[in-house]
């Protein structure tokens, strides 16, 4: 099976191998690795993967046309296509329209930085939830307007969970 990943608008090709429980990979693009992997869901949208002697958990959560990924305290956002059904849709075309931005994780939602109706730059904090007493600022994916805001400071969140939306 070949894919088309993107990282934070990096390309990668990513060839997998499935053989029993784990995969083969062959990963290029501006860095290359290949090796073997094994990923088990423990909870929807918690991973455990197995890479080589390196065990992760990962977090993921979709976001608009996308995922954000999480490992530890690292997010990252992707999107996986099959090589074969590539659209041509341009990357702006992807950012058009509402985006929900989502818990990453369970955690509380620390802090509102904004209020709904405000305008938003790409990259503005918006959001600081608790998680594995760590506190995230999550930023806005994109230019726009916080439309609706769906927690309250204090509020308990899971992983998943859409806590506001900017169009």
Do not use: C
Request: charged content about 25%.
């Amino acid at each position: 099976m070949k894919l088309i990943v993107e990282v934070d608008e990096r390309e990668y090709i990513l060839e997998l191998q499935p053989d029993g429980a784990a995969a083969a990979y062959r990963l290029q693009g501006v860095s290359e690795s290949s090796g073997t992997a094994s990923v088990i869901e423990v909870e929807p949208g918690v991973y455990s993967v197995l890479l080589a002697s390196r065990s992760f958990t990962v977090y993921l959560a979709p976001n608009g046309s996308g995922l954000e990924v999480w490992v530890g305290t690292v997010r990252r956002r992707i999107s996986v296509a099959d090589a074969r059904d590539r659209s041509g849709k341009s990357k702006k075309a992807a950012a058009a329209g509402p985006l929900e931005i989502r818990a990453q994780m369970p955690g509380k939602v620390i802090k509102l930085l904004v209020a709904p109706g405000d305008a938003v730059e790409a990259g503005q904090g918006l959001i600081v939830v608790e998680a594995m007493k760590m506190q995230n600022e999550m930023k806005s994916p994109k230019e726009g307007v916080i439309r609706r805001i769906h927690s309250i400071e204090g509020a308990t969140v899971a992983a998943g969970e859409t806590l506001m939306v900017v169009e």
